[in-house]
């Protein structure tokens, strides 16, 4: 009954879902964790918190990986590892930003400085029309063009769930999105994060803190390659002490070493 049922799920292109028992629960702490892997192969999917899996959260720099693709279609954009962002010469808190950068570097530090500037580049017209056309979270930039993907104080920008950003991820893989090979090329490029002898390990990060400068929510969004298959995930977490993009990080690197995937 159970291959029956995964033979019809496959044929209507409806992922199955398989067990959440199949995670190591323990490896999330006192978190909250939204959580959801998708199998390419078999197109299986596994989410860990369905509830919280659909909840819809402000992105951070998980954006990065789409203002880069909006920004390498544009021509705004180059190469990973060309001449990109001129610091301006303000000083900031985190020393790598305070510096020339190349999209690789800026991507790996995750320099909002350098993405602000990207996103005022493209402009609202150009940005709302590229957010609609991929169909990202609730298509909402109405925060500011150079701020709409961080949380704000007392301003809505756009949300997206961890279930949204995998089918997101499937769309771009399978060729739906509007950007071209050569663009996705430089993208898997600069999001290698972890290379082991069973697998590669892609991804971005991100993180946002409440008013009070709390952090408050952390993000880990991509893929893993791994004894020939791609799995896709998305993992938020709330909740607990101090969720940052790099706590969200482990939890991912953990479950997929766990599974002697990476």
């Avoid at 350098?114 to 957010?131: C, D, S, V, W």
């Avoid at 909740?239 to 790099?246: L, S, V």
Wanted: hydrophobic share 40%; aromatic share 10%; net charge positive.
């Amino acid at each position: 009954m159970k291959l029956l049922l995964f033979l019809v799920l496959l044929i209507l292109g409806i992922p199955s879902c398989s067990a959440a028992q199949e995670i190591d629960r323990t490896l999330f702490g006192a978190y909250d964790t939204a959580l959801v892997i998708m199998n390419r192969s078999s197109g299986a999917v596994t989410k860990v918190n369905p509830e919280l899996c659909a909840r819809r959260l402000s992105p951070c720099s998980t954006f990065k990986i789409y203002n880069t693709l909006i920004g390498l279609k544009l021509g705004l954009l180059k190469g990973a590892d060309n001449p990109w962002y001129i610091w301006d010469g303000l000083h900031r808190d985190i020393e790598e930003w305070n510096h020339d950068l190349t999209l690789r570097e800026a991507f790996r530090v995750s320099a909002v400085p350098a993405y602000q500037a990207l996103a005022r580049q493209i402009g609202p017209e150009r940005m709302k029309t590229f957010i609609e056309q991929i169909d990202y979270g609730n298509r909402d930039i109405s925060a500011g063009i150079d701020t709409f993907w961080l949380p704000r104080p007392g301003k809505t920008g756009i949300l997206i769930s961890a279930d949204e950003q995998v089918l997101l991820l499937n769309k771009l893989f399978d060729g739906k999105l509007p950007f071209s090979r050569k663009h996705l090329k430089i993208l898997h490029n600069i999001m290698l994060v972890t290379e082991t002898g069973k697998g590669k390990l892609y991804g971005k990060t991100g993180s946002g803190k409440s008013a009070e400068g709390k952090e408050e929510l952390g993000w880990f969004v991509g893929f893993l390659e791994s004894k020939g298959t791609e799995y896709l995930f998305a993992c938020n977490i709330t909740g607990g002490d101090q969720p940052t993009g790099k706590a969200a990080r482990a939890i991912v690197e953990n479950i997929f070493r766990s599974q002697n995937l990476l």
